[in-house]
């Protein structure tokens, strides 16, 4: 797998990688080959899903404008 990403949230980061390398199904269970790139540390489930929100809409806000600057 080649420049793909992945977020979500845990408190067991060493279990969930695990999970994520083994052939479950979804998205990551379709590659073994997940590493850990970057973590931020929460002290609630809240916040972590917050921050979580927030990136994803972050990135479709940049997403629509990369589209649109390179369609005109």
């Known amino acids: ?11 067991n980061l ?6 994520h390398n083994q052939n479950n199904k979804g998205f990551t269970g ?3 080959d ?5 973590t931020e540390n929460y002290s609630s489930k ?3 899903v917050k921050r ?3 990136q994803i809409l972050e990135k ?3 997403f629509e404008f ?3 600057s390179f369609n005109g």
């Open 30 to 32: 379709n590659f073994n």
């Open 14 to 19: 060493e279990e969930r990688l695990i999970r």
């Open 52 to 54: 979580e929100t927030n």
């Open 1 to 11: 797998m080649k420049d793909t990403f992945y977020n979500g949230f845990t408190s």
């Open 46 to 48: 809240e916040e972590s």
């Open 34 to 38: 997940w590493t850990i790139v970057y």
């Open 66 to 68: 990369l589209e649109l």
């Open 60 to 62: 479709s806000k940049n």
